[in-house]
């Protein structure tokens, strides 16, 4: 085992043989050697941060590790509240939105109307850096867009 002093991770080492309990200790595989992640938590209200081991939890691979973790009715019971999180907010969309003239789309009685007995959660997808740049550059004004390119290429 070593510690890196500028960032307080250790990495472990292990040969055939080793006897480690690693559920407990949040690590990550790479390349055959095991090592501590970590989470950066900002505060902006309190304005702090601070960087602390990654919980295990956090680092299971797959359900079956996190039902082992954590317990498969704790595994269930935040299943059913992330569910929730994910049904009001479909549901809060619908509530907002409006059409050109900021009339509301779904009043009341529409939405009593909706089944949503299969609803389920849709896939999250991620831009990547790239998407989330042409997209604001996209929505830029020509001039102010030439301008930040012009900029970039400088710089």
Do not use: H
Not at 29 to 51: C, D, H
Request: hydrophobic residues 40%.
């Amino acid at each position: 085992m070593f510690l890196n002093s500028m960032r307080n991770t250790c990495c472990f080492s292990l040969k055939p043989g080793d006897n480690a309990n690693l559920a407990i200790m949040p690590t990550t595989l790479i390349k055959g050697v095991f090592i501590m992640s970590e989470i950066r938590t900002v505060s902006n209200k309190a304005k702090r941060e601070i960087t602390l081991a990654t919980p295990a939890i956090l680092l299971a691979e797959t359900l079956q590790d996190v039902v082992a973790i954590q317990g498969e009715d704790q595994c269930l019971s935040q299943v059913k509240a992330q569910l929730t999180v994910a049904y009001r907010s479909m549901i809060r969309t619908k509530l907002e939105t409006t059409d050109d003239n900021d009339e509301i789309i779904y009043d009341d009685k529409a939405m009593t109307k909706m089944d949503f007995a299969d609803w389920k959660p849709e896939p999250r997808t991620r831009k990547s850096g790239e998407e989330k740049a042409l997209e604001a550059l996209g929505a830029l004004p020509p001039d102010v867009r030439a301008a930040v390119l012009a900029n970039f290429e400088k710089g």
